[in-house]
């Protein structure tokens, strides 16, 4: 019987056994660190399939993560993992945040990519971290930090080379890592919730900035749906 360990904004965690739990998404939408907040109906199935998808890609690509399987239309059964609070962030087409921060312009590219590292705390905001201070809050040694950074410049990869063909760009992507063990791996979700991508043909946004532009849900869906059908082909 399955315990329920967790739940955060969009996700439900439940403890499975044997070193695995199991991750149910739900159709919840947030933006502005959980400030903002919608159900978009079929958003927990849609989730569940892209990161499926993609962790896939990931593990095909050598990539260390913790997905197993697919449960059913919106659950993975995936390792369980000590979690890292921190986001890692790669960056290969400036847009969102860094423009707001930074003296960079919308659109700047980044060669190679830029990597970012956040603390998770919505009451902060989410602040900008560096090596010095994840050592010293106890989230990550310097190496380990390294190593994360390798991990997450090498999802970043191979989704670039998973997706170029297929007609689309990423501008960003948001991994969490965890440990197994003395091992780091990625965790979490790959999602439109946390990626940006673009169409190459006119630069259509497919991804979570739209919900948090003001789009309504039809369109967030739409868009949702239109990346799922092009990366399942």
């Known amino acids: 019987m399955s315990t329920a360990i967790a739940e955060g904004k969009t996700k439900l965690v439940f403890d499975v056994g044997k070193g695995r739990v199991l991750l149910v998404f739900k159709d919840t939408i947030t933006a502005g660190d959980g400030d903002r907040r919608d159900q978009m109906n079929g958003k927990g199935e849609i989730n569940a399939k892209t990161s499926a998808i993609l962790f896939s890609e990931l593990t095909k690509g050598g990539v ?102 297929k007609g689309l760009v990423l501008y960003d992507l948001k991994v969490e890592v965890g440990r197994d063990g003395s091992s780091l791996m990625l965790g979490d979700e790959l999602t439109l919730d946390s990626m940006r991508v673009r ?10 900035d739209l919900y948090r532009r003001g789009e309504n849900l039809e369109v967030v869906k739409k868009a949702y749906v239109r990346f799922l059908e092009m990366v399942s082909n």
């Open 64 to 165: 260390k993560n913790h997905f197993i399987e697919q449960k059913d239309e919106r659950s993975l059964v995936v390792r369980k993992l000590q979690m890292i609070p921190v986001e890692v962030v790669v960056r290969n087409i400036a847009t969102g945040s860094i423009v707001k921060r930074l003296p960079i312009k919308e659109g700047h590219p980044f060669d190679p990519p830029l990597v970012e590292f956040f603390l998770k705390d919505d009451a902060r905001h989410d602040p900008l971290l560096n090596y010095a201070h994840m050592e010293h809050l106890g989230l990550m040694r310097r190496e380990e930090a390294i190593e994360v950074e390798r991990l997450a410049l090498a999802a970043n990869e191979v989704l670039q080379d998973f997706l170029d063909p």
């Open 199 to 208: 169409t190459k043909s006119n630069g259509e946004v497919l991804d979570k």
